[in-house]
């Protein structure tokens, strides 16, 4: 507590002090792959070792057994917590800030909590599918499935507690003994709570009112926990008029919420078990936080209301009047102590929570068939003892025993409130004020749980990644700024090839009984693929009328930053592939191909979706791409004959909009249209020089550079810069000196060769 001087009872008062706000905002973390849950991956060790100890436990629970694992199975998941927890904090230092790991750990204990339950789940779907082949069989063993698959129903939220309970004292002594000081170390005075709130035993019942919990961390409140509300708004209500300094929070509010206005998840079903202590639970978007107040913390119980904490300093005080005044004081605090007691729970009532502090440690799951917890400590209160005796079963295994145990309990429960009422009373209220302090952790658990999405199947893996919204908790540590060791795509390139009259070709080779399929693999797709990989090329997508390539830059590979260039090689490479086949096809007999290129390029990475495993590409360049591939038909006449394989005309407003609603008509047979922002790239990327070179009656702009290839082996390119001309009255007008520009890359052709010629020959003049 405080330590400042203390000399009234006015001093103790004014003393007591509410546990600070806390408070996490999750918008710190990109959402995942469905926009609103955290995307987490947990190292494979973890899930497997978690997985195979959990089903140890409810394998042993069911049995009536201590929930436990294979102690190899518990010593590796104790060494994959601790290596998660410490890498994940080392990060602090790298790639995440505090607030990122302290919301991530949150779903270390998601994981566990789900997989109990589901484990459990899985049990009892198990047991009644057999019910039901029994029934359609006509079974002898029937009778006993049923009777199984109502008890496991009926014991559900035991089995959850005591195998969810294990395995969080399991790590929590892991958290105790290895993580704590290195929180200390990296996370600072941020959500110092953290552990109190992550292993808080409320998060391993069903329901914060379940008798064995209460039972095993708190006290069996009054009516086994069903009037815990009401007897909780007694001790606010009267503790706000005897001790008007302190405010008292209502545990409950009352607000009445529309379904909009609530929480949108509540995957682990604990806001809704809350609901009735609590009321519900509003949508706190973002920011996730919890506030409290003096009775919110055992410490102002202890304080407040005991004796013994203010023994020292009633010595200190000067004077003995002055001291008679402060004991005086602390009586009458004490009395106010032992009154809010009375106010929360009756004679009887105290009677079966000192019983259950009693029982506690004595009980053994193998009495569960024979006598519930809630009554063993009505019996051991004496509560009904000759009704609750005459409902145990003498002739199962453990009955007389425990009989024997119940009148020992009974004993016990008597010395105490004989010989320690005022004790007892000041536990009860600590513990009521801890089960305050551990409800508010419990919402804020949920509500931190419902906005984290525990990936683990490959599949959605695989998504999240390449949407780059993966957050990954591993036991190993990258020294290298904790990056991921997969690269990450940063910029890409967009090659869209329009290849037309491959169904012409296809219905010619099928007349003449030829196969269609070797053709264009042995003689264009195949020799495409080949083509590929010097250019560090990637297949987008594939169809018999369109190709879509990709060129990638990734983050860890700056020095092959060179996706346009590369993309204007394998562009000529598929023109060079295009103009063999057709030569054969001429020979043959056969119609020959024509191909439109678009080269688009993004300065960022593109998304991708799946199908099953195969990835689906989402990026603008896709359609800008397209676009610039496509060729009009009311071009083909004007430019058919032209010097050049690529044009761009400007549809004049009068002329309303031109194909697909596009402002601009293209024409591009066996050419390569590269974009605007491409061009940009390019010249980032290698040196260009220009040149004015004359073709027939026109000059042309020309750019000149070399570029390597992945292998290295350098490369010329030839660019164009041409105008764009005007579509009026169903006419290209060709485009003036203030026009804007387009960039047409050549091909290999003779066009391109007398670039090349000229600038060779101005290099050696110059040299």
């Not at 797709?525 to 990637?538: E, K, R, S, W």
Request: hydrophobic share 40%.
């Amino acid at each position: 507590m405080p330590g400042a001087k203390i000399s009234s009872g006015q001093d103790i008062v004014g003393n007591v002090k509410a546990p600070r706000t806390i408070e996490v905002n999750c918008s710190v973390l990109r959402k995942g792959i469905d926009n609103y849950h955290i995307d987490v991956q947990i190292d494979p060790d973890f899930i497997l070792h978690a997985r195979q100890v959990i089903e140890d436990m409810v394998k042993r629970a069911v049995a009536g057994k201590r929930p436990s694992g294979q102690q190899a199975d518990m010593e590796a998941l104790s060494d994959s917590y601790e290596k998660i927890v410490k890498s994940s904090l080392h990060r602090t230092k790298t790639d995440l800030d505090p607030e990122q790991v302290i919301i991530l750990h949150f779903a270390l204990v998601k994981f566990v909590l789900a997989e109990v339950k589901r484990q459990l789940d899985t049990l009892v779907k198990q047991t009644e599918e057999t019910l039901a082949q029994q029934q359609y069989a006509g079974s002898r063993s029937l009778l006993v499935t049923q009777q199984r698959f109502q008890w496991l129903r009926q014991n559900y939220s035991r089995f959850q507690y005591r195998v969810a309970r294990a395995v969080l004292r399991h790590l929590q002594r892991e958290e105790n003994n290895q993580t704590r000081q290195l929180r200390g170390q990296f996370l600072g005075d941020r959500l110092v709570e953290l552990p109190y709130i992550l292993f808080n035993p409320m998060l391993a019942a069903s329901s914060p009112l379940d008798a064995e919990l209460l039972v095993d961390s708190y006290a069996l409140w009054p009516g086994g926990g069903k009037d815990f509300g009401g007897a909780n708004l007694a001790v606010e209500t009267f503790l706000a008029s005897k001790l008007p300094g302190p405010h008292v929070l209502p545990i409950k509010s009352e607000e009445r919420l529309q379904s909009a206005q609530s929480e949108i998840y509540d995957e682990l079903g604990g806001l809704f078990a809350v609901q009735g202590v609590m009321g519900p639970s509003a949508d706190q978007k973002d920011v996730v936080r919890e506030e409290f107040c003096y009775f919110d913390h055992p410490g102002n119980v202890r304080f407040l209301f005991d004796p013994a904490t203010h023994e020292q300093t009633a010595a200190s005080i000067d004077g003995m009047r002055a001291q008679w005044s402060f004991k005086s004081d602390v009586k009458k605090l004490a009395k106010l102590g032992q009154e809010a007691r009375r106010q929360f729970a009756n004679e009887a009532a105290m009677r079966e929570m000192v019983a259950g502090y009693v029982i506690r440690d004595d009980w053994h799951p193998s009495w569960d068939d024979t006598l519930d917890i809630a009554s063993a400590c009505a019996c051991a209160a004496g509560n009904d003892s000759k009704k609750i005796l005459a409902r145990i079963d003498q002739s199962k295994d453990g009955a007389i025993g425990l009989i024997k145990k119940l009148e020992e309990w009974e004993a016990e429960v008597n010395r105490r409130m004989k010989d320690e009422p005022d004790a007892m009373g000041l536990r009860v209220l600590a513990d009521l004020s801890r089960f305050r302090l551990h409800l508010h952790y419990y919402r804020f658990a949920h509500r931190i749980f419902n906005r984290l999405g525990v990936i683990t199947d490959a599949e959605e893996i695989q998504l999240a990644k390449a949407g780059g919204h993966l957050y990954q908790l591993m036991k190993t540590h990258d020294e290298e700024a904790g990056k991921s060791n997969e690269p990450k795509i940063v910029h890409h390139a967009i090659i869209k090839a329009d290849v037309r009259g491959s169904t012409v070709v296809t219905r010619e080779l099928t007349r003449q009984d030829l196969n269609a399929a070797s053709y264009f693999s042995t003689r264009f797709f195949g020799p495409i693929t080949d083509a590929l990989g010097a250019y560090g090329a990637v297949k987008v997508f594939i169809e018999g009328d369109a190709i879509i390539l990709g060129i990638y830059e990734y983050d860890n590979a700056p020095d092959h930053w060179y996706s346009v260039t590369r993309a204007c090689g394998v562009a000529r490479e598929i023109l060079d592939i295009v103009a063999s086949k057709n030569t054969h096809s001429r020979q043959a007999g056969l119609p020959s191909l024509e191909i439109g290129i678009g080269i688009s390029y993004a300065e960022d990475r593109p998304f991708f979706l799946f199908d099953e495993e195969k990835p689906i590409m989402i990026s603008s360049c896709i359609g800008e791409a397209d676009r610039l591939s496509s060729c009009s038909w009311k071009l083909r006449e004007s430019f058919e004959s032209d010097t050049f394989n690529v044009e761009v005309l400007e549809i004049a407003d009068a002329e309303g909009r031109g194909e697909k609603g596009q402002s601009h008509l293209r024409y591009n047979v066996n050419g390569i249209l590269l974009s605007e922002p491409g061009f940009k790239k390019l010249m980032t990327e290698i040196t260009l020089k220009k040149y004015r070179i004359r073709f027939g009656d026109n000059v042309e702009s020309m750019y000149v550079g070399r570029f390597p290839d992945v292998r290295g082996k350098e490369r010329d390119l030839v660019i164009r810069e041409g105008r764009v001309g005007t579509w009026r009255n169903e006419t290209a007008e060709p485009g003036g000196e203030n026009a804007a520009l387009f960039y047409e890359v050549l091909p290999n052709s003779k066009q391109a060769s007398q670039v090349l010629e000229v600038a060779r020959a101005q290099a050696a003049r110059a040299g």
